[in-house]
Protein backbone atom coordinates (compact mmCIF):
# COMPACT_ATOMS: atom_id res chain seq x y z
CA UNK A 1 0.00 0.00 0.00
CA UNK A 2 1.34 3.48 -0.93
CA UNK A 3 1.26 6.70 1.17
CA UNK A 4 -1.50 7.83 -0.27
CA UNK A 5 -3.66 5.00 -0.03
CA UNK A 6 -2.66 4.63 3.59
CA UNK A 7 -3.49 8.47 4.21
CA UNK A 8 -7.11 7.51 3.13
CA UNK A 9 -7.65 5.14 4.57
CA UNK A 10 -6.54 6.80 7.73
CA UNK A 11 -8.78 9.11 6.75
CA UNK A 12 -11.44 6.88 6.12
CA UNK A 13 -11.13 5.34 9.63
CA UNK A 14 -11.41 8.72 11.31
CA UNK A 15 -14.39 9.26 9.09
CA UNK A 16 -16.20 6.04 10.18
CA UNK A 17 -15.42 6.89 14.16
CA UNK A 18 -15.96 10.44 14.42
CA UNK A 19 -19.74 9.53 12.63
CA UNK A 20 -19.96 6.79 14.96
CA UNK A 21 -19.32 8.94 18.10
CA UNK A 22 -22.06 11.64 17.03
CA UNK A 23 -24.73 8.96 16.53
CA UNK A 24 -23.77 7.27 19.84
CA UNK A 25 -23.92 10.83 21.54
CA UNK A 26 -27.15 11.86 20.06
CA UNK A 27 -28.40 8.47 21.58
CA UNK A 28 -27.29 9.27 24.65
CA UNK A 29 -28.21 12.75 25.21
CA UNK A 30 -31.48 11.86 24.21
CA UNK A 31 -32.13 9.21 26.51
CA UNK A 32 -30.05 11.70 28.65
CA UNK A 33 -32.62 14.31 28.21
CA UNK A 34 -35.80 11.41 28.88
CA UNK A 35 -34.69 10.71 32.66
CA UNK A 36 -34.30 14.36 33.32
CA UNK A 37 -37.07 16.42 34.99
CA UNK A 38 -38.83 18.28 37.89
CA UNK A 39 -40.51 14.66 38.80
CA UNK A 40 -38.28 11.74 39.78
CA UNK A 41 -39.00 8.95 37.65
CA UNK A 42 -36.38 5.82 38.06
CA UNK A 43 -34.41 5.31 34.42
CA UNK A 44 -35.85 1.60 34.22
CA UNK A 45 -39.27 2.93 34.71
CA UNK A 46 -38.74 5.69 31.69
CA UNK A 47 -37.77 2.69 29.85
CA UNK A 48 -40.25 0.27 30.44
CA UNK A 49 -43.05 2.90 29.21
CA UNK A 50 -41.14 3.86 26.48
CA UNK A 51 -40.83 0.80 25.63
CA UNK A 52 -44.52 -0.26 26.25
CA UNK A 53 -45.76 2.66 24.32
CA UNK A 54 -43.55 1.56 21.47
CA UNK A 55 -45.23 -1.92 21.31
CA UNK A 56 -48.76 -0.43 21.63
CA UNK A 57 -48.02 1.93 18.87
CA UNK A 58 -46.76 -1.52 16.51
CA UNK A 59 -49.75 -3.40 17.98
CA UNK A 60 -52.57 -1.53 19.71
CA UNK A 61 -54.22 -4.71 21.03
CA UNK A 62 -51.49 -4.81 24.41
CA UNK A 63 -53.13 -1.33 25.73
CA UNK A 64 -55.41 -3.71 27.70
CA UNK A 65 -52.63 -5.55 29.73
CA UNK A 66 -51.62 -3.80 33.03
CA UNK A 67 -49.11 -1.52 33.57
CA UNK A 68 -46.94 -1.50 37.12
CA UNK A 69 -46.28 2.57 36.43
CA UNK A 70 -48.72 5.22 37.97
CA UNK A 71 -50.66 6.76 35.29
CA UNK A 72 -49.11 10.34 35.80
CA UNK A 73 -45.51 9.03 35.32
CA UNK A 74 -46.73 7.51 31.64
CA UNK A 75 -48.30 11.13 30.70
CA UNK A 76 -45.24 12.91 31.76
CA UNK A 77 -42.74 10.49 29.76
CA UNK A 78 -45.36 10.21 26.98
CA UNK A 79 -46.91 13.42 26.60
CA UNK A 80 -44.35 15.63 27.97
CA UNK A 81 -40.48 14.64 27.73
CA UNK A 82 -40.35 12.89 24.85
CA UNK A 83 -42.22 15.25 22.03
CA UNK A 84 -39.75 17.26 23.66
CA UNK A 85 -36.93 16.37 22.85
CA UNK A 86 -38.11 14.84 19.75
CA UNK A 87 -38.73 18.52 18.75
CA UNK A 88 -35.65 19.26 19.92
CA UNK A 89 -34.18 16.97 17.90
CA UNK A 90 -35.86 18.44 14.95
CA UNK A 91 -35.00 22.06 15.35
CA UNK A 92 -31.42 21.23 16.11
CA UNK A 93 -31.07 19.63 12.93
CA UNK A 94 -33.12 22.19 10.97
CA UNK A 95 -31.31 25.53 12.44
CA UNK A 96 -28.34 23.53 11.95
CA UNK A 97 -28.28 22.52 8.25
CA UNK A 98 -30.17 25.36 7.36
CA UNK A 99 -26.81 27.62 8.73
CA UNK A 100 -24.60 25.52 7.17
CA UNK A 101 -26.05 25.95 3.59
CA UNK A 102 -26.53 29.64 3.76
CA UNK A 103 -23.16 29.68 5.09
CA UNK A 104 -21.90 28.00 1.66
CA UNK A 105 -24.54 29.61 -0.42
CA UNK A 106 -23.03 33.34 0.43
CA UNK A 107 -19.54 32.02 0.87
CA UNK A 108 -19.49 34.01 4.41
CA UNK A 109 -19.49 32.27 7.87
CA UNK A 110 -21.16 34.84 9.88
CA UNK A 111 -24.10 33.77 7.67
CA UNK A 112 -26.98 32.09 9.79
CA UNK A 113 -30.49 30.61 8.99
CA UNK A 114 -31.86 34.50 9.74
CA UNK A 115 -30.35 36.20 7.17
CA UNK A 116 -33.06 36.89 5.02
CA UNK A 117 -34.91 38.00 8.02
CA UNK A 118 -37.01 34.63 8.51
CA UNK A 119 -37.20 35.26 12.04
CA UNK A 120 -38.56 38.64 11.69
CA UNK A 121 -41.40 37.49 9.69
CA UNK A 122 -42.20 34.68 11.94
CA UNK A 123 -41.91 36.55 15.19
CA UNK A 124 -44.34 39.03 13.32
CA UNK A 125 -46.74 35.99 12.58
CA UNK A 126 -46.50 34.93 15.82
CA UNK A 127 -46.97 37.89 17.45
CA UNK A 128 -50.23 38.90 15.29
CA UNK A 129 -51.46 35.62 16.38
CA UNK A 130 -51.26 36.61 20.17
CA UNK A 131 -52.68 40.06 19.71
CA UNK A 132 -55.63 39.05 17.43
CA UNK A 133 -55.95 36.13 20.58
CA UNK A 134 -56.94 33.66 17.77
CA UNK A 135 -56.63 29.88 18.67
CA UNK A 136 -53.46 28.54 19.69
CA UNK A 137 -53.23 26.42 16.25
CA UNK A 138 -53.02 29.64 14.33
CA UNK A 139 -49.67 30.61 16.23
CA UNK A 140 -47.60 28.12 14.49
CA UNK A 141 -49.22 28.49 11.07
CA UNK A 142 -48.78 32.33 11.02
CA UNK A 143 -45.03 32.15 12.22
CA UNK A 144 -44.63 29.61 9.18
CA UNK A 145 -46.67 31.74 6.61
CA UNK A 146 -44.64 35.07 7.16
CA UNK A 147 -41.48 33.46 7.50
CA UNK A 148 -42.17 31.79 3.66
CA UNK A 149 -43.42 34.72 2.83
CA UNK A 150 -40.07 36.95 4.16
CA UNK A 151 -38.09 34.73 1.75
CA UNK A 152 -40.47 35.47 -0.95
CA UNK A 153 -40.11 39.00 -1.10
CA UNK A 154 -36.45 39.11 -0.37
CA UNK A 155 -36.18 36.47 -3.40
CA UNK A 156 -38.16 38.65 -5.54
CA UNK A 157 -36.78 42.06 -4.19
CA UNK A 158 -33.16 40.58 -5.35
CA UNK A 159 -33.98 39.09 -8.78
CA UNK A 160 -31.96 40.59 -11.60
CA UNK A 161 -32.45 39.55 -15.08
CA UNK A 162 -33.10 35.90 -14.57
CA UNK A 163 -30.14 35.63 -11.14
CA UNK A 164 -29.93 36.45 -7.72
CA UNK A 165 -26.62 37.97 -6.70
CA UNK A 166 -26.01 37.09 -3.64
CA UNK A 167 -24.67 40.18 -2.29
CA UNK A 168 -28.40 41.70 -3.17
CA UNK A 169 -30.13 38.98 -1.83
CA UNK A 170 -28.18 39.86 1.58
CA UNK A 171 -29.54 43.58 1.63
CA UNK A 172 -32.64 42.19 0.69
CA UNK A 173 -32.88 40.12 3.40
CA UNK A 174 -31.58 42.95 5.97
CA UNK A 175 -34.31 45.42 4.58
CA UNK A 176 -37.04 42.99 4.94
CA UNK A 177 -36.27 41.90 8.47
CA UNK A 178 -35.75 45.18 9.80
CA UNK A 179 -39.32 46.16 8.28
CA UNK A 180 -40.69 43.17 10.20
CA UNK A 181 -38.99 43.87 12.83
CA UNK A 182 -40.55 47.38 13.27
CA UNK A 183 -44.23 45.64 12.74
CA UNK A 184 -42.81 43.15 15.66
CA UNK A 185 -41.88 46.25 17.74
CA UNK A 186 -45.78 47.60 17.35
CA UNK A 187 -47.28 44.68 18.09
CA UNK A 188 -45.37 45.05 21.91
CA UNK A 189 -46.30 48.50 21.71
CA UNK A 190 -49.86 47.35 21.06
CA UNK A 191 -50.01 44.13 23.10
CA UNK A 192 -51.17 45.46 26.43
CA UNK A 193 -51.59 42.02 28.72
CA UNK A 194 -50.43 39.49 25.95
CA UNK A 195 -46.79 41.55 26.00
CA UNK A 196 -45.42 38.86 28.06
CA UNK A 197 -46.85 35.83 25.87
CA UNK A 198 -44.98 37.81 22.86
CA UNK A 199 -41.37 38.42 24.56
CA UNK A 200 -41.36 34.97 25.72
CA UNK A 201 -41.96 33.37 22.24
CA UNK A 202 -39.44 35.88 20.88
CA UNK A 203 -36.33 34.16 23.54
CA UNK A 204 -37.05 31.18 22.37
CA UNK A 205 -37.95 27.52 24.00
CA UNK A 206 -39.40 24.45 23.97
CA UNK A 207 -41.92 24.25 26.65
CA UNK A 208 -44.82 24.42 24.62
CA UNK A 209 -44.15 21.09 22.89
CA UNK A 210 -46.22 18.65 22.02
CA UNK A 211 -46.96 16.05 19.45
CA UNK A 212 -49.46 17.84 17.31
CA UNK A 213 -45.81 20.23 17.12
CA UNK A 214 -43.36 16.99 16.51
CA UNK A 215 -46.00 16.26 13.40
CA UNK A 216 -46.44 20.07 12.07
CA UNK A 217 -42.33 20.38 11.79
CA UNK A 218 -41.29 16.49 11.03
CA UNK A 219 -42.16 16.17 7.41
CA UNK A 220 -40.87 19.74 6.34
CA UNK A 221 -37.82 19.19 8.08
CA UNK A 222 -37.11 16.05 7.28
CA UNK A 223 -38.04 16.75 3.28
CA UNK A 224 -35.95 19.93 3.12
CA UNK A 225 -32.99 18.17 5.28
CA UNK A 226 -32.67 15.45 2.78
CA UNK A 227 -33.13 17.99 -0.29
CA UNK A 228 -29.86 19.68 0.81
CA UNK A 229 -27.98 16.63 1.46
CA UNK A 230 -28.92 15.85 -2.41
CA UNK A 231 -27.56 19.00 -3.55
CA UNK A 232 -24.04 18.55 -0.98
CA UNK A 233 -21.79 18.22 -4.56
CA UNK A 234 -23.32 21.37 -6.12
CA UNK A 235 -22.97 23.41 -3.09
CA UNK A 236 -19.06 22.28 -3.04
CA UNK A 237 -19.12 23.34 -6.34
CA UNK A 238 -20.46 26.84 -6.05
CA UNK A 239 -18.05 27.34 -2.98
CA UNK A 240 -15.51 27.71 -6.54
CA UNK A 241 -17.92 30.62 -7.60
CA UNK A 242 -20.78 31.11 -10.32
CA UNK A 243 -18.17 31.00 -13.33
CA UNK A 244 -16.13 28.09 -12.34
CA UNK A 245 -19.33 25.62 -10.63
CA UNK A 246 -20.98 26.19 -14.28
CA UNK A 247 -18.16 24.87 -16.15
CA UNK A 248 -17.90 22.15 -14.29
CA UNK A 249 -21.78 21.66 -14.94
CA UNK A 250 -23.70 23.40 -12.30
CA UNK A 251 -26.74 25.24 -13.58
CA UNK A 252 -25.70 27.76 -10.47
CA UNK A 253 -29.33 29.44 -10.54
CA UNK A 254 -31.55 26.56 -10.08
CA UNK A 255 -29.52 25.50 -7.53
CA UNK A 256 -29.12 28.33 -5.44
CA UNK A 257 -33.17 28.78 -5.72
CA UNK A 258 -33.06 25.62 -4.38
CA UNK A 259 -31.08 25.81 -1.66
CA UNK A 260 -32.63 28.75 -0.67
CA UNK A 261 -36.01 27.20 -0.51
CA UNK A 262 -35.02 24.31 1.10
CA UNK A 263 -33.17 26.02 4.12
CA UNK A 264 -36.09 28.64 4.46
CA UNK A 265 -38.23 25.31 4.23
CA UNK A 266 -36.38 23.73 7.61
CA UNK A 267 -35.63 27.26 9.40
CA UNK A 268 -39.41 28.17 9.02
CA UNK A 269 -40.44 24.85 10.26
CA UNK A 270 -37.95 24.99 13.41
CA UNK A 271 -38.86 28.91 14.05
CA UNK A 272 -43.15 28.42 13.75
CA UNK A 273 -42.66 25.37 16.70
CA UNK A 274 -40.10 26.87 18.89
CA UNK A 275 -39.72 30.88 18.65
CA UNK A 276 -36.40 32.67 17.59
CA UNK A 277 -33.36 30.63 19.14
CA UNK A 278 -30.20 31.96 18.20
CA UNK A 279 -26.58 30.47 17.56
CA UNK A 280 -27.35 26.91 16.82
CA UNK A 281 -27.24 27.89 12.94
CA UNK A 282 -24.41 29.87 13.24
CA UNK A 283 -21.92 28.34 15.45
CA UNK A 284 -22.29 24.31 14.59
CA UNK A 285 -21.37 24.60 11.29
CA UNK A 286 -17.85 26.09 12.53
CA UNK A 287 -17.69 23.64 15.04
CA UNK A 288 -17.95 20.80 12.34
CA UNK A 289 -15.58 22.38 9.91
CA UNK A 290 -12.70 22.21 12.11
CA UNK A 291 -13.66 18.53 12.99
CA UNK A 292 -14.44 17.21 9.26
CA UNK A 293 -13.20 19.67 7.50
CA UNK A 294 -15.39 21.72 4.74
CA UNK A 295 -16.83 19.32 1.99
CA UNK A 296 -20.46 19.66 2.80
CA UNK A 297 -20.92 15.93 2.48
CA UNK A 298 -19.58 15.65 5.31
CA UNK A 299 -20.21 18.47 6.99
CA UNK A 300 -24.07 18.72 6.69
CA UNK A 301 -25.06 15.55 8.05
CA UNK A 302 -22.01 16.58 11.08
CA UNK A 303 -23.83 19.67 11.55
CA UNK A 304 -27.45 17.66 12.04
CA UNK A 305 -25.77 15.42 14.01
CA UNK A 306 -23.94 17.95 16.94
CA UNK A 307 -27.04 20.78 16.03
CA UNK A 308 -29.46 17.97 17.48
CA UNK A 309 -27.38 16.94 20.58
CA UNK A 310 -26.58 20.89 21.12
CA UNK A 311 -30.21 21.76 21.35
CA UNK A 312 -31.28 18.97 23.29
CA UNK A 313 -28.40 19.82 25.97
CA UNK A 314 -29.20 23.23 26.11
CA UNK A 315 -33.11 22.75 26.75
CA UNK A 316 -32.33 20.44 29.45
CA UNK A 317 -30.24 22.70 31.04
CA UNK A 318 -32.73 25.10 30.85
CA UNK A 319 -35.66 23.34 32.42
CA UNK A 320 -32.77 22.38 35.46
CA UNK A 321 -31.20 25.01 36.67
CA UNK A 322 -34.23 26.79 38.64
CA UNK A 323 -36.57 23.75 38.72
CA UNK A 324 -39.78 23.66 38.21
CA UNK A 325 -39.70 27.07 36.25
CA UNK A 326 -37.49 27.19 33.58
CA UNK A 327 -35.11 29.60 31.56
CA UNK A 328 -36.05 29.97 27.51
CA UNK A 329 -33.67 27.92 25.78
CA UNK A 330 -32.87 31.10 23.40
CA UNK A 331 -31.21 32.57 26.71
CA UNK A 332 -28.97 29.78 27.23
CA UNK A 333 -27.98 29.61 23.80
CA UNK A 334 -26.67 33.18 23.53
CA UNK A 335 -25.21 32.75 27.04
CA UNK A 336 -22.94 30.01 25.67
CA UNK A 337 -22.68 30.65 21.68
CA UNK A 338 -21.74 34.46 22.41
CA UNK A 339 -18.60 33.87 24.19
CA UNK A 340 -17.91 30.83 21.75
CA UNK A 341 -18.05 32.49 18.68
CA UNK A 342 -15.81 35.56 20.03
CA UNK A 343 -13.21 32.71 20.53
CA UNK A 344 -13.55 31.58 17.16
CA UNK A 345 -13.17 35.00 15.75
CA UNK A 346 -10.21 36.12 17.79
CA UNK A 347 -8.99 32.34 16.60
CA UNK A 348 -9.47 33.46 13.03
CA UNK A 349 -7.84 36.47 13.30
CA UNK A 350 -4.78 35.27 14.63
CA UNK A 351 -5.00 32.55 11.55
CA UNK A 352 -5.23 35.78 9.26
CA UNK A 353 -3.01 38.14 10.95
CA UNK A 354 -5.68 40.56 11.20
Not at 41 to 51: E, Q
Not at 59 to 67: D, E, N, V
Not at 210 to 227: E, N, Q, R, S
Request: with cysteine; charged share 15%.
Amino acid sequence: MNRVDELYSKWQRRKLLIFASLAFGLVAVVLGAVLIGPVAIGPGTVLRISAYQLLCWLRPGLRSLPRPWPSSHEIIVVDVRWPRVILGMLVGMALSIAGCTMQGLFRNPLASPYTLGIASGAAFGAALSIVLELPSYTLPALAFAFALLTVFIVYRIATARGGVPMETLLLAGLAVGSFFSALVSFMLYIAGEKLASIVFWLMGGLWASDWDKVFIALAPILLGTGGIFLLSRDLDLLLLGDEQARALGVETERVKRTLLALASLVTASAVCVSGVIGFIGLIVPHLMRILVGPGHRLLLPASCLVGAMLLICTDTLARAVIQPTEIPVGIITALLGAPFFVYLLSRRKRLLEW
